[in-house]
T-cell receptor, first 113, second 113 residues
Framework: NAGVTQTPKFRVLKTGQSMTLLCAQDMNHEYMYWYRQDPGMGLRLIHYSVGEGTTAKGEVPDGYNVSRLKKQNFLLGLESAAPSQTSVYFC????????????FGPGTRLTVL | RKEVEQDPGPFNVPEGATVAFNCTYSNSASQSFFWYRQDCRKEPKLLMSVYSSGNEDGRFTAQLNRASQYISLLIRDSKLSDSATYLCVVFPAMNTGFQKLVFGTGTRLLVSP
């Protein structure tokens, strides 16, 4: 099993460009999450999904959109990138029940110039 | 006040030392507690859950103090490979609706030869 995978691993964007980050999990998990991690800020939840076709906002959703058309995939979109979105983005998945472990992908390092 | 607070460190210790980290949480009704480990430029991974009775896994011991609202992680006989950031994670109270894990910003440990 690959667990949770993320593509791409690195990306450099110019301000105003758009991109989509892809997260895939092969553990048949119901819940999926997108976080960003910045120095001194810890992990902050951007959006999450409790099942196929459903998404919800986390604590820092502005400037991002998500979709979960298939249970195994969770996409994070940046429509018009800004320098403030320079960060490391982690996707995570979890079996239903919040008592279960969250499994993280290896992260995507995004720089917006 | 942050929901989960940790001393960012770094804690610099020699190999073989015993080191302890504390983490405080603000929601007295919080249900579950975890320690995650994050290596430099890697994703977080579950280290251990924290049970009310305390639990031990090899050189690692986690304890919960509900009265004072803190959890602790004790590492005995530190190894160079223990150098990492340790994230305190709290699952809040079970209210209606989906509940999300709350991550602390992490405590950095550096073990030197």
């Amino acid at each position: 099993n690959a667990g949770v995978t993320q593509t791409p691993k690195f990306r450099v964007l110019k301000t105003g460009q758009s991109m989509t980050l892809l997260c895939a999990q092969d553990m048949n998990h119901e819940y999926m999450y997108w976080y960003r991690q910045d120095p001194g800020m810890g992990l902050r939840l951007i959006h999450y999904s409790v099942g196929e076709g459903t998404t919800a906002k986390g604590e820092v959703p502005d400037g991002y959109n998500v979709s979960r058309l298939k249970k195994q995939n969770f996409l994070l979109g940046l429509e018009s990138a800004a320098p403030s979105q320079t960060s490391v983005y982690f996707c995570a998945s979890q079996a239903a029940s919040s008592y279960n472990e969250q499994f993280f992908g290896p992260g995507t390092r995004l720089t917006v110039l | 006040r942050k929901e989960v607070e940790q001393d960012p460190g770094p804690f610099n210790v020699p190999e073989g030392a015993t080191v302890a980290f504390n983490c405080t949480y603000s929601n007295s009704a919080s249900q579950s507690f975890f320690w995650y480990r994050q290596d430099c430029r890697k994703e977080p991974k579950l280290l251990m859950s924290v049970y009310s009775s305390g639990n031990e896994d090899g050189r690692f011991t986690a304890q919960l103090n509900r009265a004072s609202q803190y959890i602790s992680l004790l590492i005995r006989d530190s190894k160079l490979s223990d150098s990492a950031t340790y994230l305190c994670v709290v699952f809040p109270a079970m209210n209606t609706g989906f509940q999300k894990l709350v991550f602390g910003t992490g405590t950095r440990l550096l073990v030197s030869p």
